[in-house]
């Protein structure tokens, strides 16, 4: 009887065993179910994510389109404008541009539909910001021998191939380098880190050189950062050579407050930070002097509302006188004379070609009717000045360039690639130069904490440039100075501004400087 029982339990637990399994089976097909699900979705995200990305590549390309054309020439014709319907194809979607144009800065607007404007899937807009390459990094820069006269003031890095002489109390916050030259340092001469009343900080204080000379200061010298007298890979350094030395000439003091080393001896310096020489010290890489192209496709057209427009001299007539290859013999008296009824407030580009230019007539007391240099004595600019010529350019004698209003900034560039004649001088007392300014000409910079205001000016030539006595009541002129050769009279102050290292003509691309998404 108890053996029947047992069976006939049994057999009622067999049920229970199938529901369990059909309980179990049911639970694994909707984990599965949720398995599938969710990697469809995950799929389904990757996809869109990858379109969504696949958007951006298509407005990407209708940037870099943009700025093509615009590079080759910048009056060129916008072949899918946001104005009208048309669409270009790129990036594996189709998109449309708009931009606008100031100066040297290129501001370009791109949509891109994925996969077409028609049927998109998605759309996104970007804007981005190009301007020339940043050529111009230094306050000063010399191809050659480098004078900074006494008192001088300058506020920036300064580059020179040949020596620099820093004369007697001039105050330099940055950095010195010589590449192949040396530096000397007359009484009283600073080479600083920073200088509240200069609006100057964050500087090396540093002076690098790769000449024999190396590194020499008189009485009172300061070199705020390190000291280091480079040479060739070549040169062998000794600790007792005198050849390129950190070194003292006549008595007094002459402090480094940071480190002291040379390919020579180091000797009547005090504060270093530490003193190793003797050894190998590699000397400064040369740098490379801006190269300047003039190409009338970088500007925009005369017919255009730009205030950057172009004006050639002699007046432009495609196809037959095209602006730079054509050249006149009254191209300076001709724009001179513009100059005269034009000169309180001159804005614009200008490029001036004068055939078989000829050396300065007097130079520093240049008027409108000159025929032989650009007078620019006594102007005032209503907005962005820049003038191309290969003729000499005089600033006259002093005079103040400002603008016709406070509320108004410019960039200030002339580039000269007048060439003197092989053997003539250009001194601060004038000669045969490609630049010259006398007695007090000023760029008024506007107030020296403020960067963005008042007159920022950049000079360029491939040939040589003097200018005389800075007004020591005036704050220093702002911008950079770049010459194959210089002279510098004494007390000629000068503050870089980075508002003058992007110019165009120099560099053969644009560079992206702004980035940003629309509409997100």
């Not at 270093?272 to 970088?298: I, K």
């Not at 100075?481 to 691309?509: H, Q």
Request: charged letters at 10%; glycine letters at 12%; one cysteine or more.
């Amino acid at each position: 009887m108890m053996t029947s029982l047992i069976r006939r339990l049994h057999r009622e637990e067999e049920g229970y065993s199938l529901v369990i399994a059909i309980l179990l089976l049911s639970i694994m097909m909707v984990l599965l179910a949720v398995a599938l699900q969710a990697g469809t979705s995950s799929l389904q995200q990757s996809s869109l994510s990858l379109e969504w990305s696949k958007a951006l590549t298509v407005a990407e390309a209708g940037l870099d389109d943009s700025i093509t054309r615009l590079g080759e020439n910048r009056s060129a014709a916008n072949p899918c404008s946001m104005s009208t319907s048309t669409v270009c194809s790129g990036g594996g979607g189709q998109y449309q541009v708009s931009w606008t144009q100031s100066g040297g800065t290129i501001s370009v607007t791109s949509i891109g539909y994925y996969p077409t404007k028609t049927a998109p899937k998605y759309v996104r807009e970007v804007q981005a910001t190009y301007a020339p390459v940043a050529a111009f990094k230094y306050a000063i820069f010399s191809q050659t021998a480098l004078d900074i006269k006494n008192g001088a003031k300058v506020t920036g890095d300064i580059y020179s191939d040949g020596n620099v002489d820093i004369g007697q109390n001039a105050t330099i916050c940055g950095s010195v380098i010589s590449s192949a030259g040396s530096v000397s340092i007359a009484n009283g001469g600073l080479v600083e880190q920073s200088d509240a009343t200069l609006g100057c900080s964050g500087k090396s204080g540093k002076i690098w050189t790769g000449g024999s000379g190396g590194i020499v200061g008189t009485q009172q010298v300061v070199i705020e950062g390190d000291a280091i007298a480079g040479a060739p890979s070549t040169t062998s350094c000794s600790s007792t050579s005198s050849s390129y030395p950190v070194t003292i000439s006549g008595g007094g003091t002459y402090t480094v407050d940071g480190a002291a080393k040379a390919c020579g001896k180091i000797s009547g310096i005090t504060g270093e930070t530490s003193s190793t020489p003797g050894v190998t010290t590699t000397a400064p890489a040369p740098v490379t002097f801006p190269t300047f192209v003039f190409d009338p496709n970088n500007y925009p057209a005369s017919t255009s509302t730009d205030p950057m427009k172009l004006h050639c001299y002699p007046t432009d007539a495609p196809p037959t006188n095209i602006c730079g290859s054509n050249q006149s013999t009254t191209a300076v008296a001709n724009f001179n004379a513009y100059i005269a009824t034009h000169k309180t407030s001159l804005t614009g580009t200008f490029a001036v070609w004068q055939r078989s230019p000829q050396p300065m007539s007097n130079p520093g007391n240049c008027t409108t009717a000159s025929t032989t240099q650009i007078c620019l004595d006594g102007i005032t600019v209503g907005g962005d000045f820049t003038l191309v010529t290969n003729a000499p350019v005089d600033f006259g004698n002093t005079s103040t360039i400002s603008t016709t209003s406070s509320s108004i900034s410019s960039d200030f560039v002339v580039v000269s690639t007048y060439q003197p004649t092989a053997g003539t001088t250009c001194t601060t007392n004038g000669g045969d130069c490609s630049i010259y300014g006398q007695n007090s000409v000023e760029f008024n910079g506007g107030s020296v904490d403020d960067p963005d205001d008042g007159v920022v000016g950049l000079l360029y030539t491939t040939g040589k440039l003097a200018w005389k006595n800075h007004p020591a009541s005036q704050p220093p002129g702002e911008g950079a100075l770049y010459a194959g050769s210089m002279d510098l009279k004494n007390g000629y102050d000068i503050l870089y501004n980075s508002r003058i290292e992007r110019v165009l003509g120099f560099g053969t691309t644009y560079e992206r400087t702004l980035w940003q998404e629309l509409n997100v």
